[in-house]
């Protein structure tokens, strides 16, 4: 099982990035997927997540009304789409693919991508 996340970048304040997390050697349509980060110093935190079922998303309150967590099966792949970055939104972010939504939104996954680095910088 391999996610790989990739998307990251400088960007300004203001500016969009759109993260994408690939799935190899399973199929992501039988997981939910979170997307995660951790800012330097912190503890990593929950920033999205997106059931396997009716694709009901859930987002954190710092993101909410900026990203927009989506996913598409048939590429075998999810996004996280930022917008209106804040400086506060540099992170590593990573995505993570679990049976459970619960354990999701738990901050837990079985199966992690290796993390993309976002600065959001001027």
């Known amino acids: 099982v391999q996610l790989q996340a990739c998307g990251g970048g400088l960007v300004q304040p203001g500016g969009s990035l759109r993260l994408s997390c690939a799935a190899s050697?399973?199929?992501?349509?039988?997981?939910?997927i979170g997307w995660f980060r951790q800012a330097p110093g912190k503890e990593r935190e929950g920033v999205s997540c997106i059931s396997r079922g009716d694709g009901s998303t859930y987002y954190a309150d710092s993101v909410k009304g900026r990203f927009t967590i989506s996913r598409d099966n048939a590429k075998n792949t999810a996004y996280l789409q930022m917008n209106s970055l804040k400086p506060e939104d540099t992170a590593v972010y990573y995505c993570a693919a679990d049976p459970f939504l619960s354990r999701l939104r738990d901050g837990r996954s079985d199966y992690w991508g290796q993390g993309t680095e976002v600065t959001v910088s001027s």
């Open positions: 050697e399973f199929t992501l349509d039988y997981y939910d």
